[in-house]
């Protein structure tokens, strides 16, 4: 009954690997984000879509691919793996990207390159 | 440049305590949020504030949106271990027609039994 699920949980890759991580939603909403949340704990927007469109785009190196195939879906794939990606990453959900919205967010993915 | 300064950034007290944890910032807010955050998981939505001056209750947890629209602050009454965990408050800021969220840099509570 998990309402945002993200895999995998931990993820542990090297330098200029590429690694991907999934994301699904399952409360019909239309809008999906991630964040990411370094060691101090500081979350920061990265993408949202909205409806399968990109409709926020930090400035986020474009080695941060995400796609979103379906609403329910939001993937985000990594090339190149550097050291400063290391952090936990977290999608999330809300029922469209107005102010005031709940974002439902997933448990993270926590990734560390060696 | 951080927009939404948390205060303290870390806090540690005694159960039954009250306790105050700010969030200040010079930029206006359409809205804004609290969540709470616990160890291996994601934030959870505690309130959401919208009108300047705005009060809202949760339990022991007292929720407060400046009139200004800049600032919030959370007061918990007779804190318990129940409510340790990292508090974050978030703003909604128009982004070309879009809301965006911008969180702040948290406070890492700790209440002792």
């Known amino acids: 009954d998990t309402a945002v699920s993200q895999t995998p949980k931990y993820l542990v890759t090297q330098m200029g690997n590429d690694k991907s991580i999934k994301c699904e939603q399952n409360?019909?909403?239309?809008?999906m984000y991630w964040y990411k949340q370094d060691s101090k704990k500081f979350l920061k927007i990265m993408f949202s879509y909205n409806n399968k469109e990109l409709i926020i785009n930090e400035t986020v190196p474009n080695r941060f691919s995400p796609k979103s195939p379906d609403k329910a879906h939001l993937n985000l794939h990594i090339n190149s793996l550097e050291l400063g990606d290391s952090a936990v990453y977290f999608c999330?959900?809300?029922?469209?990207?107005?102010?005031?919205?709940?974002?439902?967010f997933g448990p993270g993915t926590r990734l560390t390159v060696l | 440049t951080q927009l939404l300064e948390q205060s303290p950034q870390f806090l540690s007290i005694q159960e039954g305590e009250n306790l105050t944890v700010y969030c200040n910032s010079s930029s206006v807010f359409s809205s804004l949020q609290w969540y709470r955050q616990e160890p291996g998981e994601g934030p959870v939505l505690l309130v959401t504030v919208v009108t300047g001056g705005e009060v809202k209750k949760l339990k022991r947890l007292t929720f407060q949106f400046g009139d200004a629209r800049k600032d919030s602050s959370l007061h918990i009454t007779a804190a318990q271990p129940g409510d340790t965990g990292l508090y974050l408050c978030a703003g909604f800021i128009s982004n070309f027609g879009n809301e965006k969220l911008t969180f702040g840099t948290g406070t890492r509570l700790t209440i002792i039994p």
């Open positions: 409360l019909g909403h239309d809008t």
């Open positions: 999330a959900s809300s029922q469209n990207p107005g102010p005031g919205n709940e974002q439902f």
